[in-house]
Every structure is written in structure tokens, then in C-alpha cells.
């Protein structure tokens, strides 16, 4: 099985930029050629959100409607997936996940996601 671990949270300002990393271990580059990769965010008393997610063989993505045009992600070639956040607004404050599954689809329904990382705590104020 795969272990997925966060990295890059922290405290930025409207507007500002942050990059998460999602350091993937427990399999080669190859074997993640059947995986999706997804960001997903998760505020207090709220439900699991997709944010984006990339089908690691081909590099196409997904996004949610309220990060297109501010975030992306991409990943290496051996085992990292990178979001990239520009123009953060407050409402971006959350814990952010990284998840994996072997559904090889862009999808951003939390559901079909099974591996999960911790989190890092993305806040955004001034």
C-alpha cells in the first residue's frame, strides 16, 4: 500500500501563494501508473471536498469550479503531486489532504479516493 505525506502548509495573506507537496511512498513510479492522485479540503464542521486531482500516466487534471484559474496541480516523475495556489482568499483556509486510488479517472467525489495522507493546515488571513 501506498503512504501519502503533506507538506507546504502554513499562515499566507489574501492573495498570497503556497505550494503543497504530496510525497508518495511504498511503490515505484511504475506501479503509479494506475493511480489518481486528488487534493481535497475539509474546514471545521464541514464535509471532505475535492479541489483537483491528476491521473498520474497521462498528467490530465481536474479542478473544482471555485479554484480554476488560481490553482494547479502537477506532479514529478517519480512520486511527488504538487498544488500550487496563487491569489489565496480567505475562504481557501482548511486542512488540505492528498489521497490516492486505482481508479485511473478524473473524479473529485472523496468516495472513490481509499489512501489518505494527515492533512496540512492551510489559513489564509491577514
Known amino acids: 500500500q501506498l503512504e501519502l505525506v503533506e507538506s507546504g502548509g502554513g499562515l499566507v495573506q489574501p492573495g498570497g501563494s503556497l505550494t503543497l507537496s504530496c510525497e508518495i511512498s511504498?511503490?515505484?513510479?511504475?506501479?503509479?501508473?494506475?493511480?489518481?492522485i486528488g487534493w481535497f479540503r475539509q474546514v471545521a464542521g464541514g464535509e471532505r471536498e475535492g479541489v483537483a486531482c491528476i491521473i498520474w500516466r497521462e498528467g490530465t487534471t481536474e479542478y473544482a469550479d471555485s479554484v480554476k484559474g488560481r490553482f494547479t496541480i502537477s506532479r514529478d516523475n517519480v512520486r511527488t503531486v504538487y498544488l500550487q495556489m496563487n491569489n489565496l482568499k480567505p475562504d481557501d483556509t482548511a486542512v488540505y489532504y492528498c489521497a490516492a486510488d486505482q481508479v485511473r479517472i478524473r473524479t473529485l467525489d472523496r468516495d472513490l479516493y481509499d489512501l489518505w495522507g494527515q492533512g496540512t493546515q492551510v489559513t489564509v488571513s491577514s
Open positions: 511504498g511503490a515505484s513510479g511504475f506501479y503509479l501508473d494506475y493511480y489518481v
